[in-house]
């Protein structure tokens, strides 16, 4: 298997631009998740989906973040208008059901300037 | 929220040398699993713990779920250069989709 798939694996943009981050699960897992991990808060979790449907969105920072999962092998996260303190390594993770045993991608190192 | 605290926060061993690392929680969990994070890559699971009292292996690396199921020890025995890298702890309640993960252990082998 080629596990979690995520791109690209590092974006550079000026402040201000969007950004789409993209991740594809591992085949046959239900549930997929998007982290965040900086230095000073650690792996946060944005958002949660089961069988493509978002189940928490809580973790999301504000407005400008944005998920979605069109089918169970593709999912996008979108960040508009970025901004320079929402630079950070961006994870997904997928597992067979709920949290456990969650396989994470290599994650995008996300710059904005 | 539930909170980990994850110890040490780094660590510089001799190569050849064992290693010891502990989560402790605020609330009970009923799974704990290990993580290894290594420069520029994502978190690769280690181990996966699901009893209290459980004490699992992976080669050279073994973990214990506390019997308090508010803890979870890992250990690394003989340590390697190719050992370094972050440890994450993580935890999940009952029924929960949410891992609570510690802030990792940063661990330097010094050959």
């Known amino acids: 298997d080629a596990g979690v798939i995520q791109s690209p694996r590092h974006e550079v943009t000026e402040m201000g631009q969007e950004v789409t981050l993209r991740c594809k699960p591992i085949?046959?897992?239900?549930?997929l998740f998007w982290y965040r991990q900086t230095m000073m808060r650690g792996l946060e979790l944005l958002i949660y989906f089961n069988n493509n449907v978002p189940i928490d969105d809580s973790g999301m920072p504000e407005d400008r973040f944005s998920a979605k999962m069109p089918n169970a092998s593709f999912s996008t996260l979108k960040i508009q208008p970025s901004e320079p303190r929402d630079s950070a390594v961006y994870f997904c993770?997928?597992?067979?059901?709920?949290?456990?045993?969650?396989?994470f991608g290599p994650g995008t190192r996300l710059l904005v300037l | 929220g539930q909170q980990l605290n994850q110890s040490p926060q780094s660590m510089f061993i001799q190569e050849g040398e064992d290693v010891s690392m502990n989560c402790t929680s605020s609330?009970?969990?009923?799974?704990w699993l290990w993580y290894k994070q290594e420069p520029g890559e994502g978190p690769v699971l280690l181990i996966a713990l699901y009893k209290a009292g459980e004490l699992t292996s992976n080669g050279r690396l073994t973990a214990q779920f506390g019997i308090t199921r508010k803890d979870s020890f890992l250990n690394i025995s003989a340590s390697i250069p190719s050992d370094v890298g972050i440890y994450f702890c993580?935890?999940?309640?009952?029924?929960?989709?949410?891992?609570?993960f510690g802030k990792g252990t940063k661990l330097s082998v010094i050959p």
């Open positions: 993580a935890g999940s309640s009952a029924g929960s989709y949410q891992l609570t």
């Open positions: 609330s009970i969990f009923n799974t």
């Open positions: 085949s046959g897992h239900n549930s």
């Open positions: 993770a997928s597992s067979l059901r709920d949290n456990t045993l969650a396989y």
